[in-house]
Protein backbone atom coordinates (compact mmCIF):
# COMPACT_ATOMS: atom_id res chain seq x y z
CA UNK A 1 0.00 0.00 0.00
CA UNK A 2 1.13 3.45 -0.30
CA UNK A 3 -0.01 6.27 1.32
CA UNK A 4 -2.10 8.99 0.02
CA UNK A 5 -0.91 11.77 1.55
CA UNK A 6 2.54 11.28 1.09
CA UNK A 7 1.33 10.79 -2.66
CA UNK A 8 -0.58 14.21 -2.90
CA UNK A 9 2.74 16.17 -1.73
CA UNK A 10 4.49 14.15 -4.34
CA UNK A 11 2.57 15.40 -7.29
CA UNK A 12 1.59 18.96 -6.50
CA UNK A 13 -0.65 19.85 -9.84
CA UNK A 14 -2.98 17.31 -8.66
CA UNK A 15 -2.79 18.72 -5.23
CA UNK A 16 -3.79 21.98 -6.19
CA UNK A 17 -6.49 20.80 -7.97
CA UNK A 18 -7.86 18.78 -4.99
CA UNK A 19 -8.12 21.99 -3.33
CA UNK A 20 -10.86 23.93 -5.87
CA UNK A 21 -13.58 22.13 -3.43
CA UNK A 22 -13.88 23.00 -0.02
CA UNK A 23 -15.76 20.77 2.45
CA UNK A 24 -17.95 22.43 5.01
CA UNK A 25 -16.63 21.96 8.44
CA UNK A 26 -19.71 20.31 10.48
CA UNK A 27 -21.58 18.60 6.94
CA UNK A 28 -18.66 16.11 6.05
CA UNK A 29 -18.05 12.59 6.61
CA UNK A 30 -14.96 13.07 8.48
CA UNK A 31 -16.50 15.11 11.17
CA UNK A 32 -19.62 13.13 11.45
CA UNK A 33 -18.07 10.07 12.06
CA UNK A 34 -15.71 11.80 15.02
CA UNK A 35 -19.41 13.17 16.45
CA UNK A 36 -20.65 9.58 15.63
CA UNK A 37 -17.39 7.94 17.94
CA UNK A 38 -17.98 10.61 20.57
CA UNK A 39 -21.36 9.50 21.03
CA UNK A 40 -20.72 5.79 20.56
CA UNK A 41 -18.06 6.24 23.41
CA UNK A 42 -20.66 6.87 25.70
CA UNK A 43 -22.39 3.76 25.63
CA UNK A 44 -22.32 1.82 29.10
CA UNK A 45 -20.15 -1.46 28.56
CA UNK A 46 -21.97 -4.30 29.90
CA UNK A 47 -19.12 -6.61 29.55
CA UNK A 48 -16.00 -6.66 32.65
CA UNK A 49 -13.36 -3.94 33.08
CA UNK A 50 -10.80 -5.81 31.48
CA UNK A 51 -12.44 -6.71 28.39
CA UNK A 52 -9.83 -6.69 25.24
CA UNK A 53 -11.61 -4.97 22.65
CA UNK A 54 -13.48 -1.04 23.41
CA UNK A 55 -17.46 -1.48 22.99
CA UNK A 56 -17.17 1.77 21.53
CA UNK A 57 -14.44 -0.04 18.92
CA UNK A 58 -17.08 -3.00 18.31
CA UNK A 59 -20.25 -0.23 17.53
CA UNK A 60 -17.71 1.32 15.27
CA UNK A 61 -16.85 -1.37 12.94
CA UNK A 62 -20.38 -2.11 12.65
CA UNK A 63 -20.84 1.21 11.42
CA UNK A 64 -17.98 1.36 9.02
CA UNK A 65 -19.11 -2.28 7.96
CA UNK A 66 -22.21 -0.12 6.68
CA UNK A 67 -20.48 2.53 5.54
CA UNK A 68 -18.37 0.44 3.40
CA UNK A 69 -21.65 -1.48 2.03
CA UNK A 70 -19.85 -4.30 3.11
CA UNK A 71 -21.87 -7.25 1.93
CA UNK A 72 -21.28 -9.77 5.17
CA UNK A 73 -19.74 -9.43 8.11
CA UNK A 74 -16.80 -12.15 6.72
CA UNK A 75 -16.33 -9.35 3.93
CA UNK A 76 -16.02 -6.81 6.76
CA UNK A 77 -13.56 -9.63 9.14
CA UNK A 78 -10.97 -9.81 5.66
CA UNK A 79 -10.20 -6.53 6.41
CA UNK A 80 -8.72 -6.77 9.73
CA UNK A 81 -6.14 -8.40 8.11
CA UNK A 82 -5.68 -6.53 4.90
CA UNK A 83 -6.64 -3.00 5.41
CA UNK A 84 -6.76 -2.38 9.12
CA UNK A 85 -4.75 0.52 8.33
CA UNK A 86 -7.49 2.15 6.68
CA UNK A 87 -9.83 1.90 10.02
CA UNK A 88 -7.47 3.03 12.36
CA UNK A 89 -7.43 6.46 9.90
CA UNK A 90 -10.91 6.86 8.33
CA UNK A 91 -13.12 5.43 11.42
CA UNK A 92 -11.16 5.85 14.25
CA UNK A 93 -11.33 1.97 15.24
CA UNK A 94 -7.97 1.01 17.13
CA UNK A 95 -8.78 -2.63 17.79
CA UNK A 96 -10.70 -4.25 15.31
CA UNK A 97 -13.12 -7.11 15.77
CA UNK A 98 -13.34 -10.94 14.40
CA UNK A 99 -17.27 -11.37 12.87
CA UNK A 100 -17.98 -13.77 15.99
CA UNK A 101 -16.83 -11.18 18.27
CA UNK A 102 -18.77 -8.35 17.13
CA UNK A 103 -22.08 -10.75 17.38
CA UNK A 104 -21.23 -11.50 20.52
CA UNK A 105 -20.85 -7.72 22.04
CA UNK A 106 -23.07 -6.09 19.73
CA UNK A 107 -26.26 -8.67 20.78
CA UNK A 108 -26.17 -7.44 24.51
CA UNK A 109 -26.30 -3.81 23.43
CA UNK A 110 -29.90 -2.46 24.05
CA UNK A 111 -30.78 -0.38 20.72
CA UNK A 112 -32.30 2.92 22.94
CA UNK A 113 -29.02 3.37 23.78
CA UNK A 114 -27.85 4.13 20.23
CA UNK A 115 -30.08 7.07 19.68
CA UNK A 116 -27.68 9.91 20.85
CA UNK A 117 -25.52 9.88 17.18
CA UNK A 118 -29.35 10.29 15.42
CA UNK A 119 -29.63 13.79 17.57
CA UNK A 120 -26.06 14.68 17.28
CA UNK A 121 -26.30 14.57 13.30
CA UNK A 122 -29.77 16.47 13.32
CA UNK A 123 -28.14 19.68 15.02
CA UNK A 124 -25.61 19.59 12.89
CA UNK A 125 -27.87 20.11 9.60
CA UNK A 126 -29.75 22.73 12.31
CA UNK A 127 -25.97 24.40 12.72
CA UNK A 128 -25.19 24.67 9.13
CA UNK A 129 -28.52 25.58 8.41
CA UNK A 130 -29.54 22.81 6.15
CA UNK A 131 -32.90 22.04 7.35
CA UNK A 132 -34.92 25.39 5.96
CA UNK A 133 -34.46 24.41 2.45
CA UNK A 134 -36.59 20.96 3.84
CA UNK A 135 -39.25 22.55 5.22
CA UNK A 136 -42.73 23.66 3.53
CA UNK A 137 -46.23 24.99 4.27
CA UNK A 138 -45.01 27.51 7.40
CA UNK A 139 -41.55 26.43 8.38
CA UNK A 140 -43.02 22.72 9.00
CA UNK A 141 -40.61 19.94 8.22
CA UNK A 142 -42.20 16.83 6.51
CA UNK A 143 -41.56 13.56 8.10
CA UNK A 144 -42.77 10.00 6.75
CA UNK A 145 -43.35 6.96 8.69
CA UNK A 146 -43.77 3.28 8.11
CA UNK A 147 -43.23 0.01 8.14
CA UNK A 148 -40.86 -2.57 6.08
CA UNK A 149 -39.63 -6.03 6.50
CA UNK A 150 -35.74 -6.05 7.61
CA UNK A 151 -35.59 -10.59 7.84
CA UNK A 152 -37.35 -13.48 6.66
CA UNK A 153 -36.87 -17.42 6.97
CA UNK A 154 -38.03 -20.42 7.50
CA UNK A 155 -34.79 -21.79 9.22
CA UNK A 156 -33.07 -19.15 11.08
CA UNK A 157 -35.03 -16.92 13.71
CA UNK A 158 -35.18 -15.33 17.06
CA UNK A 159 -37.75 -15.26 20.10
CA UNK A 160 -38.21 -11.99 19.83
CA UNK A 161 -38.94 -12.42 15.79
CA UNK A 162 -42.53 -12.23 14.21
CA UNK A 163 -43.87 -15.40 13.30
CA UNK A 164 -46.41 -16.81 10.88
CA UNK A 165 -47.61 -19.97 9.51
CA UNK A 166 -47.45 -20.52 5.64
CA UNK A 167 -49.85 -22.76 4.20
CA UNK A 168 -47.75 -25.55 3.62
CA UNK A 169 -47.51 -25.86 7.55
CA UNK A 170 -43.95 -24.19 8.08
CA UNK A 171 -43.30 -21.27 10.17
CA UNK A 172 -41.84 -18.30 8.78
CA UNK A 173 -39.92 -16.06 11.00
CA UNK A 174 -39.48 -12.10 9.77
CA UNK A 175 -38.57 -8.84 11.71
CA UNK A 176 -40.31 -5.35 10.48
CA UNK A 177 -38.80 -1.67 11.59
CA UNK A 178 -40.63 0.99 11.59
CA UNK A 179 -38.70 3.73 10.32
CA UNK A 180 -39.50 7.93 9.57
CA UNK A 181 -37.31 10.41 7.56
CA UNK A 182 -37.22 14.01 6.41
CA UNK A 183 -38.17 14.32 3.16
CA UNK A 184 -39.47 17.17 1.01
CA UNK A 185 -41.37 16.95 -1.98
CA UNK A 186 -38.37 18.70 -4.49
CA UNK A 187 -35.50 16.79 -2.88
CA UNK A 188 -34.40 13.31 -3.45
CA UNK A 189 -32.64 13.60 -0.21
CA UNK A 190 -34.27 12.08 2.53
CA UNK A 191 -32.64 12.55 6.68
CA UNK A 192 -33.49 8.99 8.05
CA UNK A 193 -34.39 9.40 12.03
CA UNK A 194 -33.44 6.64 14.87
CA UNK A 195 -35.85 4.00 13.57
CA UNK A 196 -37.68 1.51 15.88
CA UNK A 197 -37.76 -2.55 15.80
CA UNK A 198 -41.24 -4.53 15.49
CA UNK A 199 -40.99 -7.40 17.63
CA UNK A 200 -43.27 -10.44 18.66
CA UNK A 201 -45.21 -8.56 21.75
CA UNK A 202 -46.18 -5.73 19.49
CA UNK A 203 -48.95 -7.74 18.60
CA UNK A 204 -50.76 -10.41 16.76
CA UNK A 205 -51.87 -8.76 13.28
CA UNK A 206 -50.00 -6.60 11.03
CA UNK A 207 -51.76 -4.02 11.69
CA UNK A 208 -51.39 -3.92 15.58
CA UNK A 209 -47.93 -4.56 15.50
CA UNK A 210 -46.90 -1.76 13.03
CA UNK A 211 -49.26 0.66 15.55
CA UNK A 212 -47.64 -0.22 18.60
CA UNK A 213 -43.96 0.27 17.05
CA UNK A 214 -45.13 3.50 15.07
CA UNK A 215 -46.78 4.55 19.16
CA UNK A 216 -43.19 4.05 20.47
CA UNK A 217 -41.25 5.69 17.52
CA UNK A 218 -43.62 9.35 18.30
CA UNK A 219 -43.08 8.95 21.99
CA UNK A 220 -38.93 8.74 21.17
CA UNK A 221 -39.17 11.55 18.56
CA UNK A 222 -41.35 13.96 20.71
CA UNK A 223 -39.27 13.43 23.69
CA UNK A 224 -36.06 14.19 21.78
CA UNK A 225 -37.45 16.93 19.61
CA UNK A 226 -40.08 18.48 21.65
CA UNK A 227 -40.57 22.26 19.92
CA UNK A 228 -39.96 21.71 16.39
CA UNK A 229 -42.98 21.93 14.09
CA UNK A 230 -43.36 18.96 11.79
CA UNK A 231 -46.21 17.35 9.70
CA UNK A 232 -46.64 13.52 9.66
CA UNK A 233 -47.00 12.04 6.46
CA UNK A 234 -48.14 8.46 5.91
CA UNK A 235 -50.12 5.62 4.02
CA UNK A 236 -53.72 4.61 4.61
CA UNK A 237 -53.37 2.22 7.52
CA UNK A 238 -52.56 5.64 9.75
CA UNK A 239 -55.96 7.28 8.84
CA UNK A 240 -57.56 6.45 12.11
CA UNK A 241 -59.02 7.80 14.71
CA UNK A 242 -56.65 6.42 17.48
CA UNK A 243 -53.62 7.36 15.36
CA UNK A 244 -54.91 11.06 14.55
CA UNK A 245 -55.45 11.34 18.63
CA UNK A 246 -52.18 10.47 18.98
CA UNK A 247 -50.31 12.94 17.00
CA UNK A 248 -52.53 15.70 17.97
CA UNK A 249 -51.69 15.26 21.55
CA UNK A 250 -47.68 15.01 20.54
CA UNK A 251 -48.70 18.41 18.84
CA UNK A 252 -47.78 16.81 15.51
CA UNK A 253 -49.69 17.87 12.23
CA UNK A 254 -50.97 15.32 9.88
CA UNK A 255 -51.42 14.74 5.75
CA UNK A 256 -52.62 10.72 6.21
CA UNK A 257 -53.35 8.84 2.91
CA UNK A 258 -56.91 7.76 3.28
CA UNK A 259 -58.50 5.68 0.30
CA UNK A 260 -62.56 4.93 -0.64
CA UNK A 261 -62.97 1.43 0.77
CA UNK A 262 -61.45 1.95 4.17
CA UNK A 263 -62.99 5.37 4.46
CA UNK A 264 -66.86 4.79 3.26
CA UNK A 265 -69.20 6.70 5.36
CA UNK A 266 -66.62 10.42 5.01
CA UNK A 267 -66.40 9.55 1.06
CA UNK A 268 -70.05 9.40 1.19
CA UNK A 269 -70.61 12.88 3.40
CA UNK A 270 -68.39 14.61 0.82
CA UNK A 271 -70.22 13.42 -1.67
CA UNK A 272 -73.38 14.72 -0.49
CA UNK A 273 -71.58 18.36 0.69
CA UNK A 274 -70.44 18.13 -3.13
CA UNK A 275 -73.98 17.62 -3.80
CA UNK A 276 -75.31 20.77 -1.91
CA UNK A 277 -72.36 23.08 -3.14
CA UNK A 278 -69.96 22.61 -0.06
CA UNK A 279 -67.36 21.25 -1.92
CA UNK A 280 -64.34 23.58 -3.52
CA UNK A 281 -63.23 21.83 -7.14
CA UNK A 282 -59.80 23.31 -8.57
CA UNK A 283 -58.15 23.12 -12.24
CA UNK A 284 -54.71 23.72 -12.28
CA UNK A 285 -52.49 23.29 -15.04
CA UNK A 286 -48.83 21.55 -14.31
CA UNK A 287 -45.90 24.08 -14.33
CA UNK A 288 -43.52 21.55 -15.69
CA UNK A 289 -45.70 19.40 -18.06
CA UNK A 290 -47.89 21.27 -20.74
CA UNK A 291 -50.64 18.07 -21.30
CA UNK A 292 -51.07 17.96 -17.59
CA UNK A 293 -53.65 19.65 -15.10
CA UNK A 294 -54.20 18.43 -11.86
CA UNK A 295 -57.77 18.32 -10.40
CA UNK A 296 -58.74 18.69 -7.08
CA UNK A 297 -61.99 18.80 -4.65
CA UNK A 298 -61.62 19.21 -0.98
CA UNK A 299 -63.88 20.16 2.17
CA UNK A 300 -62.85 21.44 5.54
CA UNK A 301 -64.16 19.57 8.75
CA UNK A 302 -66.02 16.59 8.14
CA UNK A 303 -66.14 13.63 10.33
CA UNK A 304 -63.66 10.68 9.66
CA UNK A 305 -66.03 8.31 10.27
CA UNK A 306 -69.67 7.56 11.74
CA UNK A 307 -68.33 6.95 15.29
CA UNK A 308 -66.30 10.29 15.79
CA UNK A 309 -68.90 12.10 14.01
CA UNK A 310 -69.22 14.61 17.20
CA UNK A 311 -65.65 14.15 18.37
CA UNK A 312 -62.86 14.21 15.46
CA UNK A 313 -63.16 16.36 12.60
CA UNK A 314 -60.70 16.43 9.86
CA UNK A 315 -59.85 18.31 6.09
CA UNK A 316 -60.36 16.36 3.27
CA UNK A 317 -58.33 16.81 0.08
CA UNK A 318 -58.98 14.69 -3.55
CA UNK A 319 -56.66 14.96 -6.37
CA UNK A 320 -56.39 13.56 -9.38
CA UNK A 321 -54.29 14.22 -13.01
CA UNK A 322 -55.77 14.91 -16.02
CA UNK A 323 -53.41 13.85 -18.99
CA UNK A 324 -54.22 15.14 -22.71
CA UNK A 325 -53.15 13.29 -25.46
CA UNK A 326 -54.36 13.79 -29.31
CA UNK A 327 -57.40 15.30 -27.85
CA UNK A 328 -58.15 12.75 -25.77
CA UNK A 329 -58.22 13.16 -21.72
CA UNK A 330 -56.95 10.30 -19.32
CA UNK A 331 -57.09 10.38 -15.66
CA UNK A 332 -53.96 9.35 -13.63
CA UNK A 333 -52.68 9.27 -10.57
CA UNK A 334 -55.91 9.50 -8.54
CA UNK A 335 -55.03 10.06 -4.63
CA UNK A 336 -56.87 11.28 -1.34
CA UNK A 337 -55.58 12.40 2.08
CA UNK A 338 -57.22 13.57 5.79
CA UNK A 339 -55.35 16.77 7.32
CA UNK A 340 -55.57 19.23 10.09
CA UNK A 341 -54.32 21.81 7.98
CA UNK A 342 -56.95 24.45 6.86
CA UNK A 343 -57.00 23.74 2.80
CA UNK A 344 -57.41 26.95 0.79
CA UNK A 345 -57.03 27.40 -3.30
CA UNK A 346 -53.64 29.29 -2.22
CA UNK A 347 -52.35 25.56 -0.49
CA UNK A 348 -53.91 23.10 -1.90
CA UNK A 349 -50.69 22.24 -4.17
CA UNK A 350 -48.32 22.35 -1.97
CA UNK A 351 -50.46 20.02 0.84
CA UNK A 352 -51.20 17.80 -2.79
CA UNK A 353 -47.48 17.55 -3.06
CA UNK A 354 -46.36 16.97 0.51
CA UNK A 355 -48.52 14.31 0.54
CA UNK A 356 -47.44 12.36 -2.50
CA UNK A 357 -44.05 12.97 -1.03
CA UNK A 358 -44.94 10.08 1.39
CA UNK A 359 -43.24 8.02 -1.07
CA UNK A 360 -40.28 9.20 -0.90
CA UNK A 361 -39.88 6.57 2.45
CA UNK A 362 -40.44 4.07 -0.21
CA UNK A 363 -38.05 5.07 -2.83
CA UNK A 364 -35.35 7.13 -1.28
CA UNK A 365 -35.66 5.11 1.84
CA UNK A 366 -36.41 1.75 1.53
CA UNK A 367 -35.77 0.87 -2.03
CA UNK A 368 -32.27 2.64 -1.44
CA UNK A 369 -31.46 0.36 1.59
CA UNK A 370 -32.61 -2.72 -0.28
CA UNK A 371 -31.03 -2.15 -3.32
CA UNK A 372 -28.36 -0.01 -3.66
CA UNK A 373 -25.48 -1.52 -1.58
CA UNK A 374 -26.54 -1.50 1.90
CA UNK A 375 -28.41 -4.77 2.32
CA UNK A 376 -31.11 -4.26 4.32
CA UNK A 377 -32.83 -7.66 4.11
CA UNK A 378 -29.42 -9.14 4.05
CA UNK A 379 -29.10 -11.11 7.55
CA UNK A 380 -26.02 -9.99 9.19
CA UNK A 381 -26.85 -11.87 12.06
CA UNK A 382 -29.87 -12.09 14.76
CA UNK A 383 -28.32 -13.08 18.05
CA UNK A 384 -30.42 -13.76 21.02
CA UNK A 385 -31.13 -10.85 22.68
CA UNK A 386 -30.95 -7.28 20.30
CA UNK A 387 -28.21 -8.27 17.63
CA UNK A 388 -30.44 -7.41 14.60
CA UNK A 389 -31.55 -4.22 16.16
CA UNK A 390 -28.16 -2.84 16.67
CA UNK A 391 -27.21 -3.96 13.10
CA UNK A 392 -30.41 -2.21 12.01
CA UNK A 393 -29.60 1.15 13.75
CA UNK A 394 -25.70 1.45 13.06
CA UNK A 395 -27.18 0.90 8.93
CA UNK A 396 -30.09 3.56 9.14
CA UNK A 397 -26.56 5.91 10.96
CA UNK A 398 -24.69 5.08 7.99
CA UNK A 399 -27.56 5.60 5.79
CA UNK A 400 -28.11 9.31 7.12
CA UNK A 401 -23.99 10.06 6.75
CA UNK A 402 -24.56 9.43 3.39
CA UNK A 403 -28.06 11.37 2.97
CA UNK A 404 -26.13 14.33 4.64
CA UNK A 405 -23.52 14.21 2.56
CA UNK A 406 -25.15 13.93 -0.81
CA UNK A 407 -27.45 17.11 0.63
CA UNK A 408 -24.48 19.07 2.07
CA UNK A 409 -21.27 18.14 1.10
CA UNK A 410 -19.87 19.32 -2.21
CA UNK A 411 -17.22 17.23 -2.16
CA UNK A 412 -19.25 14.18 -2.28
CA UNK A 413 -21.76 15.22 -4.96
CA UNK A 414 -18.56 16.01 -7.01
CA UNK A 415 -17.57 12.31 -6.75
CA UNK A 416 -20.64 11.07 -6.93
CA UNK A 417 -21.36 12.93 -10.41
CA UNK A 418 -18.04 11.44 -11.91
CA UNK A 419 -20.15 8.03 -11.55
CA UNK A 420 -23.14 6.76 -13.32
CA UNK A 421 -24.44 5.53 -10.06
CA UNK A 422 -24.44 4.81 -6.37
CA UNK A 423 -23.08 1.54 -6.55
CA UNK A 424 -20.98 2.54 -8.03
CA UNK A 425 -19.27 5.07 -5.78
CA UNK A 426 -19.36 2.70 -3.11
CA UNK A 427 -17.49 0.23 -5.24
CA UNK A 428 -14.75 2.62 -5.80
CA UNK A 429 -14.73 3.65 -2.48
CA UNK A 430 -13.98 0.33 -1.41
CA UNK A 431 -11.35 -0.15 -4.15
CA UNK A 432 -9.34 3.35 -3.03
CA UNK A 433 -9.99 2.09 0.45
CA UNK A 434 -8.25 -1.06 -0.11
CA UNK A 435 -5.38 0.52 -2.52
CA UNK A 436 -4.32 2.97 0.04
CA UNK A 437 -3.40 3.97 3.80
CA UNK A 438 -6.45 6.24 3.47
CA UNK A 439 -6.02 9.07 6.36
CA UNK A 440 -9.50 10.42 5.93
CA UNK A 441 -12.75 10.34 3.76
CA UNK A 442 -12.29 12.83 2.64
CA UNK A 443 -8.63 12.05 1.02
CA UNK A 444 -10.96 9.14 -0.57
CA UNK A 445 -13.39 11.48 -1.93
CA UNK A 446 -10.78 13.90 -3.58
CA UNK A 447 -9.51 11.16 -5.62
CA UNK A 448 -12.56 9.89 -6.40
CA UNK A 449 -13.64 13.57 -7.91
CA UNK A 450 -10.02 14.57 -9.44
CA UNK A 451 -8.72 11.01 -10.04
CA UNK A 452 -4.90 10.94 -11.12
CA UNK A 453 -2.58 8.04 -12.47
CA UNK A 454 -0.77 6.40 -9.77
CA UNK A 455 2.06 4.62 -11.00
CA UNK A 456 2.33 1.36 -9.27
CA UNK A 457 -1.41 0.93 -8.83
CA UNK A 458 -3.20 -0.40 -12.08
CA UNK A 459 -6.40 0.14 -10.64
CA UNK A 460 -6.72 3.83 -10.92
CA UNK A 461 -7.63 5.37 -14.25
Given at each position: ??????????????????????????????????????????????RAANASIPLDDALMSGFAMFSLKDPSLLAFDERRFEQPESLHGVFGVRVIPSDTQMRAILDEIIPTLLRKPFRTIFHQLQR????????????????????????S????????????ERRNGAIEYHLQMVAGAFVSPG?????????????????????DCERNAVRRFIDDFRREHPHLKVIVTEDGLSSNAPHIKDLMAHDLRYILSAKPGDHTYMFSQVDAAAERGEVTELMLPDSSKANTTHCFRFINSV?????????????????????????????????????????TPDN?????????ARWRIENETFNTLKNQGYNLGHNYGLGKKHLSAVFMHLMLLAFLVDQVQQFCCPLFQAAKAKLSSNRALWERMRNYFHTFTAP????????IAYGFEHPHCPTFD
Open positions: MSTLKNFVHRNRKAAQTLDKIKMRSHLNADALFALIREDLQRVPDHGKALPKMTCLGGHLLMAIDGTGIHSENIGADYCLTKCKAVFPLCPELIRRQDGSTKNPLNKASEGELQVNFLEHWEVETKGGVMMVRNRFSWVTDLEIVMEIMRCGRSMETILRM
